[in-house]
């Protein structure tokens, strides 16, 4: 046996009237919010997708990014240089110059791919969005315009307090401890080094006691042969008195 319905509640007439000139009423309340553009700039968050901006220096000419767009819609041109040995007797390098990076933004979709593909942040959101051309082909802007837009882009947000530090910056701080450790410990060297040159030029004095007993020497030779000299009765070699002699009677007598 079928369960019976639940009864349905009574619609008054004209309540879905009264509720809509109550929205009306409490709009028509309301202070107007149309901002004025363009004197009036909107305020955009953070992460806007207006345009891409190019940080050159970053670029390493790796294609990921051309290949990854859905609209093919990057075009990279560049060349290869040779690159001196930095040591002597090592082998030359070659590397990828940029000649050429440039969006087509009537194509482009937004889609973020060849910005989350970049290895090394060379690709980033600007919320730049007066970028409007009369021609569609004036559209396609290249790696000045790309440059000029890098600096509209807006800092990162700040990491929550808990969060872990990122690997980029633990890896760079740590190189930089370490080299700092190294010139500290080369400075300590070369300081001994130093110390240890200017001790080495220094003349070395002669031992006090030797001084002493060398000193005690010539003043005692220096006594004696004075002694000798003033005394006729001191052997002037050895220093001591001679034996006196036996008178001779003859010299009484006489």
Not at 40 to 54: C, D, N, Y
Not at 143 to 166: Q, S
Request: with cysteine; net charge negative.
């Amino acid at each position: 046996m079928a369960e019976p319905l639940p009864p349905t509640r009574s619609r008054i007439p004209g309540s879905g009237l009264a509720k809509g000139l109550a929205v009306t009423l409490r709009t028509m309340t309301k202070k107007t919010v149309t901002a004025q553009y363009p004197d009036a700039q909107p305020e955009l968050p953070p992460r806007s997708r207006g345009v891409i901006g190019l940080f050159e220096e970053n670029c390493t000419v790796c294609m990921l990014c051309a290949r990854e767009c859905p609209d093919w819609c990057i075009y990279i041109d560049s060349h290869k240089e040779t690159v001196p040995a930095a040591a002597p007797g090592g082998r030359e390098r070659s590397r990828n110059v940029l000649d050429r990076f440039a969006i087509d933004f009537s194509l482009c979709m937004y889609c973020g791919i060849c910005i989350e593909v970049c290895p090394f942040d060379a690709l980033f959101w600007s919320p730049e969005f007066e970028y409007a051309e009369t021609d569609i082909h004036e559209l396609t802007h290249e790696r000045d315009k790309l440059r000029e837009w890098m600096w509209t882009v807006p800092a990162p947000p700040a990491l929550d307090p808990g969060a872990e530090e990122p690997k980029e910056l633990a890896a760079a701080r740590k190189t930089a401890d370490k080299l700092a450790a190294e010139a500290a410990t080369a400075a300590e060297a070369a300081e001994l080094a130093a110390q240890t040159a200017e001790q080495a030029a220094q003349p070395e004095p002669p031992a006090s006691g030797t001084t002493t007993t060398t000193d005690a020497t010539t003043d005692a030779t220096t006594d004696a042969t004075t002694d000798a000299t003033t005394d006729p009765t001191t052997d002037p070699t050895t220093g001591t008195p001679e034996p006196s002699k036996p008178s001779d009677p003859q010299d009484g007598a006489s």
